[in-house]
Structures are given as C-alpha cells and as structure tokens.
C-alpha cells in the first residue's frame, strides 16, 4: 500500500505544480489548468487516505496533520474558485488567478515537504 500511497502524493505533485507553473507562465487561467488541478486535488487525497491507513488513522494533532488538512482544503477552494473564474470568463481575473495558485502550490508544499522527511527518518 505505501507504494500506491507514494505514488498518488507524488501524481498529486506533478499534476499540481504543471497546473500552477504552467498557468503563470502562460499568463492566464484555461480549462486544462483546472482539469490538472482537479487531477492533483484527487491524487493527494487518495494519497493521503492511504498514508492515513498505513498510519493506524489520521490524526489532526500533528504539524502534519492540521497542515495537510489545510492542503487539501485550499486545493479544494482553489480548484471551485478556479471553476467560477472560467465558467464567469472575466479576464482579468484568469490573467490573475496565478496569485492565488501560486500562494496554494506554497502552502501545499508544507505537507508535503514534512512528510517526506518525517516518513523517511521515522
């Protein structure tokens, strides 16, 4: 199982940082970017129900815990308001949207980051 659960955080992180790179390089929101995003957001929480299960449960009273929880919620809110941003099609906030997907990609980074190192030396 660690083996799938490694596999889909990593997805999680090549899908998400392809979507935010490549909508701040390319300038603007498009369709693909919220598709990509919505790939990431579902990789990491398969991902992270697994690692949960091969943790004996998922707990919230951890700097790994609470700051993976507030990953995946921010990955949720970013890839919604990402679907109201196309659906309304105002410009300048697809010319935008970089702002906010770049701050969630940081943010998102945490968890990941900590439980690489906490997963690999305990």
Not at 20 to 47: N, R
Not at 66 to 90: C, E, K, P, Q
Not at 112 to 121: C, D, E, N, R
Request: net charge positive.
């Amino acid at each position: 199982m660690l083996v799938y659960a490694s596999t889909a955080i990593t997805m999680a992180l090549v899908f998400y940082s392809i979507g935010v790179w490549s909508e701040k390089l390319q300038g603007q929101l498009k369709v693909w970017h919220l598709v990509v995003f919505y790939l990431g957001l579902v990789c990491d929480t398969i991902g992270t129900m697994l690692m949960g299960e091969l943790a004996g449960g998922v707990t919230l009273l951890s700097f790994h815990g609470l700051t993976g929880l507030l990953a995946i919620l921010l990955m949720l809110f970013h890839a919604v308001w990402a679907t109201v941003v196309l659906v309304r099609n105002d410009q300048k906030a697809r010319a935008n949207f970089h702002k906010l997907s770049l701050i969630v990609w940081l943010i998102w980074l945490i968890p990941f980051v900590s439980g690489a190192i906490f997963g690999v030396a305990f």
